[in-house]
């Protein structure tokens, strides 16, 4: 009878659900798509500006992801997918300023969520953006 009531707490603790996983980070979603906008700015090939552009949302992927493994260390050592290139839409110019208005748009809305030294990063990821679409205007 002892035994059982010992080994009781063990069966409880044995059976318990796993904890849920954390959410998504949200930086992720903003460096996956600095990877596509970077991806699309290479396919222009005769704006002048557009291997800047490249660069620029290139460095911003690389400096979320940072952010991003900093946070949530990745289980395995493979570095995320690269992008393959897109489609060239029929505009490719007005399609890289509807992506950088997006940028802006979703780095800014996550700015208020997140904590003051992760809402810097994406705080500057956003005028970063701002900026390259006036390049385009």
Do not use: N, Y
């Not at 904890?19 to 699309?40: E, I, K, N």
């Not at 509807?98 to 809305?109: F, K, M, P, Q, Y």
């Amino acid at each position: 009878m002892l035994l059982a009531v010992a080994a009781a707490p063990l069966a409880v603790a044995c059976t318990t659900e796993p904890p849920a996983p954390p959410p998504p980070d949200p930086l992720s979603a903003l460096a996956a798509q600095a990877r596509t906008d970077a991806a699309l700015a290479r396919t222009l090939t005769t704006v002048p500006a557009a291997s800047e552009i490249a660069k620029a949302r290139e460095t911003h992927a690389a400096l979320l992801q940072a952010e991003v493994d900093r946070e949530r260390p990745p289980l395995s050592s493979t570095a995320p997918p690269v992008p393959t290139t897109p489609p060239t839409p029929p505009d490719p110019v007005a399609a890289l300023r509807t992506a950088l208005d997006g940028a802006v748009r979703e780095a800014s809305a996550a700015v208020a969520s997140l904590p003051s030294h992760r809402a810097g990063l994406v705080g500057s990821v956003a005028a970063g953006c701002a900026s390259l679409r006036e390049v385009l205007a």
